[in-house]
């Protein structure tokens, strides 16, 4: 096997040096004002002095900061730099960014708190203690300092790199050696949003450079020595068992090493058992799959086999007539005031299953060996995938490396995935390390995909035309039913009387988070159902929502910004429409405005989708509205020409020809404004745009034809009109 | 031995009505000076473009990477090659020094601002039914378009073709005067529908098939008829469509917009551009040239027939799709099998159950005569038409071989379709290849 | 079977089956993983390449068609990231996870040599075979009209 040149000049090495040498190479950045480097430098003293977990200092005061965290383009290294930064007070064009060591992590008390990613938690719910890693390190700096000039803490400062007391002055990289020493008898805390430097800036983010020349590693490129590669298949149906296979039939092929079956097997972890699969092992990927192809293959498909969507969707529109088997009042009652009838507004929607397909088809490559574990995986936890690993080969954590790299997109995936068992596995029984790669047919089929939904509500009309009562039904499917809830029965809008009921429709396929689980779907759902309510009532829409939310801050300030930037209006000529929606999710308040045409034999283009956004504090507008564009297309992708289809227990449409996603030509203008409400509260942005931009489209619809859509994909609809 | 006899009949024909329309000659008209861009009326610049993008002035007037309008695009007739011209507006190679009135002598009558006649692969046949009041605007687009220097190709065309004169002769046999006249008995969507097709949209230039003197008849049974195209089979427009599933308007406007329809397939070659200058049009006047076209048909079948027809074909073709549980096996015959083979290797990512594409089952081009397109699109690939860029085709013409393509055609159409075994493939095949199609 | 394939400039002589795609032969063979596996089926674009100049995807083109043609791959393209669409892309930030944006940069730059100056119409037709699940598109868009200001400048 040929590997990529690996010199010192160019590259920074991990050496891993344990029989057999594992090596891994890296390109060091072309240019960028801050940098990233990666590989495990708190194994190389070279790169500084650690003054804690999070960071090291070099004599010249590069300060290389350790990112617990997955980088899936959300921006994550950036972000925690910045953070970290911001609290340590260093010149940006000092800092580099490194994916931080899970073995340190699980070895040494959990340093990090937390190595997860997800949930747009990263800034959400981490930015106390990672603010506290970098003030800490500052108050260490000053403290060496203020020891060194026999001087008080409290007369020393430190400001971009630099401490000074009076006439004296040293760099962080002469004191970095002192401070590691330093124990701090009171943590410091963290600065006012007022005092900020950094935070609040547009930052570019760090992990650009190495991504338009090629040169990111992400889980699919990691190559080590001596590696095979294996294709895999699982039962096409969940749950489905392996019968037989006939590896004769392909084993005098070229390049084949042998056939691995999977067993299946619960997890301790969650999300993450074993299906039953199928390995064949090859000198080269493609001659791996393509004999996996070839093998004759006999499943026994077990009781999920009887699936379907249409199934689901049936027994789901039965149950939206009865009474819900779990129900809660939320406010008042409203069963005795529908009954009395009057303005009644009804409306069912639907959502099918979507899919995740990251860029990047999951990879993973993984070597067992007498003494170590290591593994390099597609996951949004380095540290929950080592111990997956340990439990995997029955060793202990310490003995398990589990290395970050980018991911190619995860969006919510990598928490739920057992490729990496499967690659532990197959490396454990062939004795060689392996890479394993899922097609994007097997990633489709093998996805935990986001669940589908139903919900029907009803409402009455008060003699203002707003609603007096209303019962919301929702049915979810079996796996992950709570994802049913989300956003609805606490919604924001205050009816007096106001109830939430659930249904549960049986199925087996596996489920897990989907960027903005839940609210994905109920975004569409409750603000679809909220325009029907306005325009029944007589309201206008935004009005209508103005309305309704009255007294709620980060909701009002959410609808003001998108009056006055939006220019929304009813008043259309046919063809054209205009439609809002505002979702709270993740800790933050999202509305979006979609300008629409669509012509008379029902073509649709999406002009605009305005996004406003209001987390609170905002540590990086460009970075955020990175995420704004992005998870805008991400939910379009699925509103108009998505839904997996779910036919004989497995997905039927598992590749890009029949799932289809958003493409360059059909994309709108996507414009990222921010309303934010800075009373220190603070909201996430990965995933926050997405949920309130198909309810904004399918009203804008409504507008430009008369026509209400109520399922997705919104395309298959026949929008025209004479 | 018949073709030089056929070629001294038309020549003869033709010197007799060069006779009769030497009396008729067009005299020059005077050279202006190149009129200022500035001064035409924006709206009319406008609706200039778009009628140009009606008439596909564009896909001629350009020559593969040139200049827009710029001529030199060599077009292959039964009697020789023609170069198309400059129509920009540049004074010495273009018509910069055209008046409106010259430009809409021409596009009625053929003959260019000297008099001189103009050959009809410049469908002026079809222009002649366009407005003066469109023409104004047409001629305000082209004039205020950058002027390029680019002198016109000369034209190798046979003895006795290149006796510009007798084309004189063939305006007086074949070329029937007059701007468009509406029929009243008819509805005003159907009649614009008429304006386009008959006029700008000259669909009768590539639909019917031309004469022995290279012109398409206006009446008849073999108006739209079907034809051939620069090598491509073009098919009918009339109720004789060999397509499975009756075309529908709704079917005609979606695949003349976006060049794509679910039950008849992709546009490709001269169709590919025709589709991507409607996508810019107003869908009125799509829907208005459907409805015409249907006329044309005979009509939309009721409603009951044509979705019976529709389930039953559909149902047909999804069967036979590579990879269908119920699709029959390859038979044991030598071709099949390495046509087959070739099938899978080249075509079955995306030419299989439940693919991307229309199920081949019911593709026109498996029901042309002959199999040039099939070849054609294997070989060159297909562009995608503006209205669904992610339909391309990539050529495969380095990874097929000849051979290969041959037994590839004949499974294609056997496997897909019902009809009898495509002849005289394997020189198509070659012709082909070696360009010279 | 050996094939014998110039990539960027270099001569590789690799033992492959002659149907094996390109897109392999890249990454596992001669070890350029720059260039991605999205699909295998011709309609991600994650695998773009060039094919004497040509925008190709290599899922789709098997080692020995490009026998005796020039195969250029992200790698090749510059060797300090100093093409006008590489310095666009990291002015703008274009990428996300990164994932899809070396076939989209490879698309991108065939696209600005057939035309310099493109128009957006343009670019939606050369751009519309290379997905983003990260959603880039629109600062796709506008690092092309920057790459052009610059390749202009
Ligand atoms: S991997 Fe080649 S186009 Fe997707
Ligand atoms: S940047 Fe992630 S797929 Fe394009």
Redesign the interface.
């Known amino acids: 096997m040929n590997q990529i040149d690996i010199s010192r000049r160019t590259f920074i090495r991990s050496s891993l040096a344990v029989g057999g040498g594992l090596m891994l190479g890296f390109h060091m950045p072309v240019s960028a004002e801050a940098a990233i480097v990666m590989g495990e430098p708190w194994k190389n003293p070279a790169e500084g002095v650690e003054i804690n977990a999070w960071l090291t200092i070099d004599n010249a005061g590069v300060v290389t900061i350790r990112c617990p965290h997955t980088e899936m383009g959300q921006g994550g290294m950036t972000s925690v730099a910045t953070l970290v930064a911001e609290e340590l007070d260093v010149p940006w064009a000092n800092v580099r960014c490194v994916l931080a060591d899970a073995n340190r992590f699980v070895t040494r008390g959990q340093e990090y708190k937390d190595m997860s990613t997800g949930g747009s938690n990263l800034v959400r719910n981490r930015h106390p203690h990672i603010l506290q890693a970098g003030a800490s390190a500052r108050e260490r700096l000053k403290e060496a300092a203020a020891k060194a000039w026999g001087v008080d803490r409290s007369k020393v400062v430190a400001k971009q790199g630099v401490l000074t007391s009076g006439d004296k002055k040293g760099t962080y990289g002469e004191f970095a050696t002192a401070a590691a020493a330093v124990t701090l008898s009171e943590e410091p805390k963290a600065k006012a949003y007022k005092d900020w430097w950094l935070l609040g800036k547009d930052t570019p983010r760090m992990d650009v450079a190495v991504k338009v020349n090629g040169s990111a590693i992400y889980p699919i490129d990691v190559r080590v020595p001596g590696m095979v590669y294996a294709a895999v298949k699982s039962s096409p149906v969940p749950g489905g068992k392996l019968k037989s296979f006939n590896f004769d039939a392909i084993k005098g092929r070229p390049g084949i090493l042998g056939v691995v079956e999977l067993k299946q097997t619960k997890a301790k972890l969650q999300n993450a058992d074993m299906r039953s699969a199928i390995a064949v092992v090859a000198d080269s990927f493609y001659r791996a799959k393509t004999a996996l192809d070839l093998m004759p293959i006999e499943w026994d498909l077990g009781p999920g086999a009887d699936n379907s969507f249409e199934k689901m969707d049936k027994l789901a529109r039965e149950l939206m007539d009865k009474d819900g088997q779990h129900a809660e009042e939320v406010r008042g009652d409203p069963r005795p005031i529908l009954a009395k009838g009057g303005k009644v507004v009804v409306g069912d929607y639907a959502r099918p299953y979507e899919c995740h397909v990251p860029m990047s088809p999951p990879a993973a490559v993984a070597s067992v060996t007498a003494e170590r574990v290591d593994i390099w995986s597609f996951t949004q936890n380095v540290a929950a995938t080592l111990l997956m690993a340990a439990d995997q080969t029955g060793r202990q954590p310490k003995d398990v490396y589990s290395h970050g790299v980018y991911q190619g997109g995860a969006f919510g995936l990598g928490n739920a995935i057992d490729l990496p068992r499967q690659a532990v596995e197959i490396s454990k029984q062939i004795g060689k390390p392996v890479k394993v790669i899922w097609t994007r047919e097997e990633n489709i089929l093998q996805a935990r995909a986001r669940p589908p939904i139903w919900a029907k509500f009803q409402a009455v009309l008060d003699d203002k035309g707003l609603p007096a009562a209303m019962i919301s039904r929702a049915i979810g499917e079996s796996e992950v039913p709570d994802y049913a809830d989300r956003g609805i029965a606490n919604m924001a809008y205050k009816v007096p009387h106001f109830r939430y009921e659930r249904h549960i429709v049986p199925s087996n396929m596996p489920i897990g988070p989907n960027r903005a689980p839940g609210n994905n779907n109920n975004g569409f759902t409750i603000e679809s159902f909220a325009d029907e309510m306005a325009i029944a009532g007589g309201w206008d829409p935004l009005e209508w929502r103005m309305k309704m939310t009255e007294g709620n801050e980060p909701w009002q300030r959410v609808l003001a910004k998108l009056k006055e930037v939006s220019g929304f209006t009813t008043k259309l000529p046919k063809g054209k429409g205009m439609g809002i929606a505002v979702v709270e999710s993740h800790g933050s308040v999202v509305g979006a405005c979609a300008t629409v045409e669509v012509?008379?034999?029902g073509?649709l283009t999406i002009e605009k989708i305005l996004i406003v956004s209001n987390s609170g504090y905002v540590i990086n507008p460009r970075a955020a509205s990175e995420q704004v564009y992005g998870s805008t297309a991400w939910e379009l992708s699925h509103a108009m020409y998505g839904g997996l289809n779910l036919q004989g227990g497995r997905y039927?449409?598992v590749n890009f020809?029949?799932y289809k996603l958003m493409?360059?030509?059909d994309m709108p203008t996507v414009e990222s404004v921010f309303a934010m409400s800075e009373n220190n509260w603070w909201g996430g942005f990965g995933e926050t745009a997405g949920p309130p931009t198909p309810p904004a489209v399918a009203n804008a619809i409504f507008f430009a034809t008369g026509k209400r859509i109520r399922t997705t994909p919104m395309l298959k609809h026949d929008l025209?009109w004479a | 031995m018949k073709k030089a006899l056929v070629r001294i009949f038309v020549a003869l024909v033709l010197a007799g009505a060069g006779a009769i329309a030497w009396a008729m000659r067009f005299p020059e008209i005077a050279p202006i000076a190149k009129p200022d861009a500035a001064k035409f009326d924006k709206e009319l610049v406008k609706r200039g473009e778009k009628l140009a993008g009606l008439g596909n002035c564009h896909v001629c007037h350009t020559k593969p990477g040139g200049k827009e309008f710029a001529g030199g695009l060599a077009l292959p007739t039964p009697f020789g090659t023609i170069h198309t011209t400059n129509i920009t507006p540049d004074v010495e190679t273009g018509i910069g020094s055209w008046s409106e009135q010259a430009f809409i002598r021409a596009m009625h009558e053929g003959v260019d601002r000297h008099g001189r006649n103009l050959y009809p692969a410049f469908p002026f046949d079809y222009y002649s039914k366009v407005t003066e009041a469109d023409l104004k605007a047409i001629y305000a687009f082209l004039m205020s378009r950058p002027a390029v220097s680019q002198k016109p190709t000369d034209n190798s065309l046979a003895f006795p073709f290149n006796i510009r004169l007798l084309l004189a002769g063939w305006n007086f046999l074949f070329h029937e005067k007059g701007e468009f006249k509406p029929d009243p008995s008819k509805d005003a969507e159907w009649n614009r529908g008429a304006y386009l097709v008959e006029g700008l949209g000259h669909c009768g230039a590539c639909h019917t098939p031309r004469n022995m003197f290279g012109a398409a008849p206006k009446s008849g049974t073999n108006v739209y008829a079907g034809a051939v195209a620069e090598g491509w089979y073009v098919p009918p427009l009339n109720a004789s469509t060999p397509a499975p599933i009756p075309w529908t308007a709704?079917a005609l406007?979606?695949y003349l917009?976006d060049g794509w329809d679910g039950h008849h397939g992709i546009a490709a070659g001269p169709m590919t551009a025709v589709a991507t200058d409607l996508y810019e049009q107003s869908?009125?006047d799509?829907?208005a040239i459907a409805a015409y076209v249907m006329s044309i048909k005979g009509g939309p079948r009721p409603q009951a027939e044509q979705e019976k027809i529709t389930t039953e074909a559909l149902a047909t073709a999804t069967k036979l799709e590579w990879g269908h549980p119920e699709a029959p096996p390859v038979p044991n015959d030598p071709v099949m099998q390495k046509g087959a083979k070739v099938f899978e290797?080249q075509c079955s990512?995306?030419h299989k159950q439940?693919?991307?594409p229309a199920p081949l089952g019911l593709a026109t081009v498996l029901y042309a005569p002959d199999a040039s397109n099939l070849i054609l699109a294997t070989f060159k690939g297909i562009q995608?038409p503006?209205g669904v860029?992610?339909r391309?085709m990539?050529p495969r013409e380095?990874?097929i071989s000849d051979d290969e393509m041959t037994a590839l055609a004949t499974f294609i159409r056997a496997r897909f379709t019902k009809k009898p075994a495509w002849t005289g493939t394997e020189a198509l095949v070659k012709k082909i290849r070696s360009g010279a199609h | 079977m050996a094939v014998s394939i110039n990539v960027n400039g270099k001569v590789h002589d690799v033992e492959v089956e002659p149907?094996t795609p390109l897109l392999w032969v890249l990454r596992d063979t001669i070890g350029l993983t720059g260039t991605k596996y999205g699909c295998?089926?011709?309609?991600c674009g994650a695998c773009t390449v060039h094919v004497d100049g040509q925008p190709?995807?290599s899922c789709?083109?098997?080692a020995?068609?490009v026998v005796g043609k020039k195969v250029i791959t992200i790698e090749g393209l510059s060797p300090d990231s100093s093409h006008p669409v590489q310095k666009a892309w990291l002015e703008l930030t274009v990428p996300q996870c990164g994932y899809c944006q070396s076939g989209q940069i490879m698309s991108a730059v065939a696209l600005l040599r057939r035309s310099p100056n493109p128009s957006d119409?343009e670019i939606?037709?050369a751009m519309?075979?290379n997905i983003c699940r990260c959603g880039t598109y629109q600062q796709i868009r506008e690092g092309i009209h920057a790459a052009a200001k610059l390749g202009n400048a």
Do not use: M, Y
């Open positions: 012509s008379r034999r073509a039927q449409n020809d029949t493409r360059f030509p025209s | 709704k406007v979606n917009i869908e009125d799509v829907f290797a990512t995306c439940g693919g991307k995608p503006r860029l992610d391309s990539p380095a990874q | 149907e295998g089926i011709a309609q190709t995807k789709n083109v098997n020995a068609s119409r939606d037709a519309a075979d």
